[in-house]
């Protein structure tokens, strides 16, 4: 995951280097209290277990923890303030899958 103001060389052979990870801004994430899925914008990436380098680099495997939008869910705190962002797993690999589900950590 990279932010907006990202840009980078068009790739000459994405048949054998696939960073279609980069273009990622948005990923599945599953409310476990709700059982519902929402499509929500990624932030950033919070920690990769794989490998610290990935985890500064913005890289996304199974097992990160992203963190997520939550605004549109319309959640709040006891004080009434609105919750905008929420840490999420991913569940899947996205490299394979070309999309991101994850699971809500709540």
Known sequence: FVGDA???KPPKFERFIRPMALR???AHVTHPELKSTFYL???GVKKNP???MYT??????KGTI???????LGLVTQNGKII??????VTNN???????NSILLV
């Open 66 to 72: 992203i963190e997520v939008n939550v605004s549109e």
């Open 6 to 8: 990202f840009t980078r």
């Open 94 to 100: 996205p490299e394979n899958d070309g999309c991101i």
């Open 24 to 26: 990622f801004s948005k």
């Open 56 to 61: 500064s680099l913005g890289v996304i495997t």
């Open 84 to 89: 905008w962002g929420k840490f999420a797993q």
């Open 41 to 43: 914008p990624i932030i």
């Open 50 to 52: 794989k490998s610290p």
